[in-house]
Each structure stands twice: as C-alpha cells, then as structure tokens.
Nanobody, 130 residues
Framework: QVQLVESGGGLVQAGGSLRLSCVIS????????MGWFRQAPGKERTLVAA?????????????SYADSVKGRFAISKDSDKNTVYLQMNSMKPEDTAVYYC??????????????????WGQGTPVNVSS
C-alpha cells in the first residue's frame, strides 16, 4: 500500500518562506513521478510543481511549475529518504491553500492533471498573512 504523508505547512507572513515535505512509503520514489497540488477555498485543485526523470541517472531530472509560482517555489527530491520537497519563498497571500503531495507510476512523464495521479497525501494547510 502506497502512502504519502505531508508536513511543514503552517502560518507565515507575506514575503516569508516555508518548506513542505512529503514522505512516500510502499513504493520507491525513483519509480514514481511526483507533484505538488494546492486547493484554495472555493477553488479547484491545481498543479503547483512537478518533477520527473529525464535520463538514466538519478540526477537527470526536470521540473515544471505553474506560472504563478515560477521563480519563487522549487520542487526537489531525495530518493535516499524517499522524500519530495517544496521550497516556497517570497510567499504571497494568494498562496494560501491546502497543499497536497501526489504521485504517479510514470517517473519519466510529466503529469499535470489531477486524474493522472494515483497516489495522494492528506494535505497540509498553508496560510500566508498580509
């Protein structure tokens, strides 16, 4: 059984930083494509960032970001710890949302839609005050 557990959410002031972590168990991270989604109150859940392999080495990775977070957020992974991170800098009130970690079975593919992800965490809330 694959499980994803997020941590690191909380309250931060505008301009501040947070780092979210997602630990995956039951499946090697090296076999799993990963993404971070977020859902603000009254809005749909949307992709924030995704990470996938682009070659045969563990360091051959590609990342993709929503336009709203480019240059501020960074997704990374540590396969030894089976953990994916989302570093969030220069945060804005509009970043307030519940953030979800998600995984899929195609580590070389970029997946941007909710339905393309097989595994989901429970979500961690992030609140950015102005």
């Amino acid at each position: 059984q694959v499980q994803l557990v997020e941590s690191g959410g909380g309250l931060v002031q505008a301009g501040g930083s947070l780092r979210l972590s997602c630990v995956i168990s039951g499946r090697p991270l090296s076999y799993t494509g990963m993404g971070w989604f977020r859902q603000a109150p009254g809005k749909e859940r949307t992709l924030v960032a995704a990470i996938r392999y682009s070659g045969i080495f563990s360091s051959d990775i590609l990342t993709s970001y929503a336009d709203s977070v480019k240059g501020r957020f960074a997704i990374s992974k540590d396969s030894d710890k089976n953990t994916v991170y989302l570093q969030m800098n220069s945060m804005k009130p509009e970043d307030t949302a519940v953030y979800y970690c998600a995984g899929h079975n195609s580590p070389y593919s970029l997946k941007i839609e909710e339905f393309e992800y097989e595994y989901w965490g429970q979500g961690t809330p992030v609140n950015v005050s102005s």
